[in-house]
C-alpha cells in the first residue's frame, strides 16, 4: 500500500509529479539550447570567425525568460521558490498554518500572473519581433502557464496544510 487514498488526490499527485518532471527535462534542454545563441554572440565579438547575428541576442532573451518561468514552476513544486524559514521550531499544525498563509500570498500572484499574462499575450498575438521575426506571443504566454502551473502545485500543497491543521495524516 502506498498509503494514498484512492481517487482524485492520488491521481491528481501522479499527474503534477509528471508534470514537474516533464518540466524539469524542459528546463534542462532551454538551457542546454540556450548556450549556442550566447556563444555565437560572444564569439562574433571577439573575433572576425563568425559574422554577428542580430537575432542570437532575441532567441537568447526568449529562452532566458522561459528558462526563469520554468524555474519558478519547479521552485513552487518543490516549495524552494518562495519560502523562507524565519520561525524558530514550532507545533506541526502552527507550521502548517505559517505555510497556509505563505502559500495563499503566492497563490495570489499566481492569479495575477495568469490574469494579467492573459492579456499580456493578448497584446502580442499578433505581433512578430524585429529582428528574428519570431511571434512574440511565444516569450508572452510564459506568464499565464506559470500563473496555472502555481495555481496547480500549490493546490496540492495547500490541502496537505489543511491536512495537517486538522489533525489528518499529511500524504
Do not use: N
Amino acid at each position: 500500500m502506498t498509503g494514498e487514498q484512492p481517487g482524485a488526490p492520488g491521481l491528481w499527485r501522479r499527474i503534477t509529479a509528471a508534470y514537474s518532471q516533464l518540466l524539469s527535462i524542459v528546463l534542462v534542454f532551454s538551457v542546454a539550447i540556450l548556450v549556442f545563441p550566447v556563444s555565437l554572440q560572444i564569439f562574433s565579438r571577439f573575433t572576425e570567425l563568425i559574422p554577428s547575428y542580430i537575432w542570437t541576442e532575441e532567441m537568447a532573451r526568449f529562452l532566458f525568460v522561459w528558462s526563469i518561468m520554468i524555474g519558478a514552476m519547479i521552485g513552487v513544486r518543490e516549495s524552494t521558490h518562495f519560502e523562507v524559514d524565519l520561525w524558530p521550531t514550532v507545533p506541526r499544525r502552527v507550521e502548517a498554518v505559517i505555510k497556509l498563509v505563505s502559500k495563499i500570498a503566492v497563490f495570489i500572484f499566481a492569479l495575477v500572473f495568469v490574469w494579467s499574462g492573459i492579456e499580456f499575450t493578448r497584446f502580442a498575438w499578433f505581433r512578430f519581433s524585429e529582428l528574428a521575426e519570431l511571434p512574440l506571443w511565444l516569450i508572452h504566454i510564459a506568464w499565464p502557464v506559470c500563473g496555472f502551473t502555481w495555481i496547480a502545485f500549490l493546490g496540492e500543497q495547500m490541502l496537505d496544510d489543511l491536512r495537517v491543521i486538522f489533525g489528518k495524516a499529511a500524504p
